[in-house]
Nanobody, 123 residues
């Protein structure tokens, strides 16, 4: 069992930055990959970024590449998403999740999910 709790969301102006955190607890040893997803009202859940347990492998959606950075601190059991140059289209509920898969962008392959944190970017 893995428990995930996100924080760091809020309201920010376009062009601004936010840093999201995802604190993990429980049996995280088998979680080969952790990632961030987002979902805006009326839209499908969208992959944002993923990172391997060791941090050696990262992958980003084209829509956020070059603006967002995913990282993790295993000593603190915490996942981060640094979001720079934010745009109104980044507005969504952001959730962190874990999967046993080595590489995945599919929500159905992620087993444990956080409750989500709201990110709102104004123009």
């Amino acid at each position: 069992q893995v428990q995930l709790v996100e924080s760091g969301g809020g309201l920010v102006q376009a062009g601004g930055s936010l840093r999201l955190s995802c604190a993990a607890s429980g049996r995280t040893f088998s979680s080969a990959t952790v990632g961030w997803f987002r979902q805006a009202p009326g839209k499908e859940r969208e992959f944002v970024a993923r990172i391997s347990w060791s941090g050696a492998s990262t992958y980003y959606a084209d829509s956020v590449k070059g603006r967002f950075t995913i990282s993790r601190d295993n000593a603190k059991n915490t996942l981060y998403l640094q979001m720079n140059s934010l745009k109104p289209e980044d507005t969504a509920v952001y959730r962190c999740a874990t999967t046993g898969a080595s590489a995945s962008t599919r929500p159905d392959e992620y087993i444990y999910w956080g409750q989500g944190t709201q990110v709102t970017v104004s123009s």
